[in-house]
């Protein structure tokens, strides 16, 4: 597609449960971003996927959170066992090329509300 | 450790008048920057990036390596220019930090 694609748009999930977060980046990009911004608050930095390489995951804030990158294209955040502290929009985002000066394209973000 | 801190979270001007939007940071090594917006109900995205030098909607924004600046500039803002910015800052390494952000509000 034309740009990075983001599903689902809203998601209300109970507490505990787990949810599952897609991001479908531009085609030929190599590096993806998950980052997390909530309310009033700037960019939280989660989890970074450069090609082949081992994912930078040294934003994940617990072991609750995990994110795969199959065939250096579509991506998956999972949170297990939600929290309510975990509301916020997650955004994903795709780069040309990571280690550059390239900047990011972003998608629309999926907005997560846990009750 | 990189961080990027942007002073203001809201600025408010007359449509017309200059507006500044701040940036400061901190990194050791050799720092890409970039200014990002978000309208209202639009997605976040690149607005300028300070290799290429340019000027995207009237604004400019200049590199400063001995204040750690990068500040946003217009000279004449417009009602349209009111959004959300955010400052972000790329290592070398590929990931970026970005700033709280300022909500920019353009008054009639």
């Known amino acids: 597609g034309a740009g990075v694609s983001q599903s689902p748009s809203n998601k209300v999930t109970e507490k505990g449960k787990d949810v599952e977060l897609r991001c479908d980046p531009i085609?030929?990009?190599?590096?993806l971003y998950w980052y997390r911004q909530s309310l009033g608050q700037g960019l939280e930095f989660l989890i970074y996927?450069?090609?082949?390489?081992?994912?930078?995951k040294s934003g994940l804030p617990s072991d609750r959170f995990s994110a795969e990158r199959t065939g250096g294209s579509v991506s998956t955040l999972t949170i297990q066992r939600t929290q309510q502290e975990d509301s916020a929009v997650y955004l994903c985002?795709?780069?040309?090329?990571?280690?550059?000066?390239?900047?990011?394209?972003f998608g629309s973000g999926t907005r997560l509300t846990v009750v | 450790a990189q961080r990027v801190t942007q002073p203001e979270k809201l600025l408010s001007v007359f449509k017309g008048a200059p507006v500044e939007l701040k940036c400061n940071y901190s990194?050791?090594?050799?720092?890409?920057l970039f200014w990002y917006v978000q309208y209202s109900r639009q997605r976040l995205q690149l607005l300028l990036r300070?290799?290429s030098r340019e000027s995207i909607k009237g604004f400019t924004a200049d590199l400063n390596k001995g204040e750690t600046s990068f500040h946003l500039k217009k000279p004449f803002a417009q009602e349209e220019d009111s959004a959300m910015y955010y400052c972000?800052?790329?290592?070398?390494?590929?990931?970026?930090?970005f700033g709280d952000g300022t909500t920019l509000t353009v008054k009639p």
């Open positions: 085609s030929g990009h190599t590096a």
């Open positions: 996927f450069q090609g082949n390489s081992a994912p930078d």
């Open positions: 972000a800052l790329k290592t070398n390494a590929g990931k970026s930090t």
């Open positions: 990194y050791s090594g050799s720092p890409e």
């Open positions: 300070h290799i």
């Open positions: 985002a795709s780069s040309l090329v990571g280690a550059s000066n390239y900047g990011y394209t």
